[in-house]
C-alpha cells in the first residue's frame, strides 16, 4: 500500500470514527420509558431491536416436542437509515418476519403456529452504556407469546417496506426459497424491566401505548 493510500485510509477511518461516535452522542438522547410504564418500555424495546430469538416447538428429531430457539430478523415498521444507537423512530409494535418453508424453524411453524419472542436491549448499545448485565432486568427484555401468521395485500407490503428498509441485505435473498412475509400475532407481552419479577401487557394495551412522551 502507497503511503499517500494509507493516509488517506487513516484520514477516512479517522471520519468515520468521528462521524459514528458523533451519531452516538445524539442518540443518547434517546430515552427509554420510566419502568413503570411498562406497555411503552415493551413498545420501546420492540422498535429498537432488528432481530429476535424465537422459539418453537420442534418437529425435527432428535428433538420433537421439545423448544427450539433460533434468530430472526424483525422488523414492527420502517426506519431511516441510521447510525449506531437508539432508534427515534416509532413502530407498530407488530414484529415482522421475512419466512421460507426451507427454514428449520418454519418448518415447526407449520404444524404449530405457536411461538414465542425474545428481545433485548442488550442487542443495542444500551445495556452496556449502561453498565446493565444482559440478564439483569434493568436491561430491558420482553418476551412476546402468540402465533405467527402470514400477511397478504396491504400489510405484506408494510411488512416488505419495514423489513426491507432495516435490512437492504434481503432484497437479494434467493428468489427460489419463496419467501414470505409474516407477523407475529401477539396474545400476551412479559416484560423484565425492572426488580420484582415479570409482568404482562395484554396485547390491547400494548397496542394503545405510546411511544414517546408527548411533546409540551
Ligand atoms: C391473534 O391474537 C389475538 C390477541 O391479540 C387473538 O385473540 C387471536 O385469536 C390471535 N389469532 C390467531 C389466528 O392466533
Not at 42 to 60: G, L, Y
Not at 115 to 126: I, R
Request: charged letters at 20%; one cysteine or more.
Amino acid at each position: 500500500m502507497s503511503a499517500l493510500l494509507r493516509a488517506s485510509c487513516v484520514l477516512l477511518l479517522g471520519l468515520l470514527w468521528s462521524s459514528s461516535s458523533s451519531s452516538c452522542r445524539d442518540r443518547v438522547r434517546v430515552r427509554i420509558p420510566p419502568h413503570d410504564q411498562v406497555a411503552r418500555v415493551a413498545r420501546f424495546v420492540a422498535h429498537q431491536v432488528d432481530w429476535a430469538s424465537m422459539a418453537t416447538v420442534s418437529t425435527h428429531e432428535p428433538v420433537v416436542g421439545r423448544p427450539f430457539s433460533n434468530v430472526f430478523s424483525v422488523s414492527d415498521g420502517p426506519v431511516e437509515p441510521s447510525g449506531t444507537g437508539l432508534l427515534e423512530s416509532s413502530g407498530t409494535g407488530v414484529p415482522y418476519m421475512y419466512l421460507t418453508r426451507m427454514e428449520i424453524s418454519v418448518q415447526d411453524l407449520q404444524v404449530n403456529p405457536e411461538a414465542s419472542l425474545s428481545m433485548s436491549l442488550a442487542q443495542t448499545d444500551f445495556c452496556r452504556l449502561q453498565g446493565f448485565d444482559p440478564q439483569s432486568p434493568l436491561c430491558a427484555h420482553i418476551i412476546l407469546t402468540g402465533s405467527v401468521l402470514e400477511v397478504k395485500g396491504l400489510e405484506a407490503e408494510f411488512a416488505k417496506k419495514s423489513l426491507f428498509s432495516r435490512h437492504p441485505e434481503m432484497m437479494e435473498w434467493p428468489s427460489d426459497h419463496n419467501w414470505f412475509f409474516c407477523k407475529f400475532n401477539i396474545t400476551q407481552v412479559w416484560v423484565l424491566d425492572y426488580f420484582g419479577g415479570v409482568k404482562t401487557v395484554s396485547p390491547e394495551d400494548y397496542f394503545l401505548a405510546s411511544l414517546h412522551r408527548k411533546h409540551h
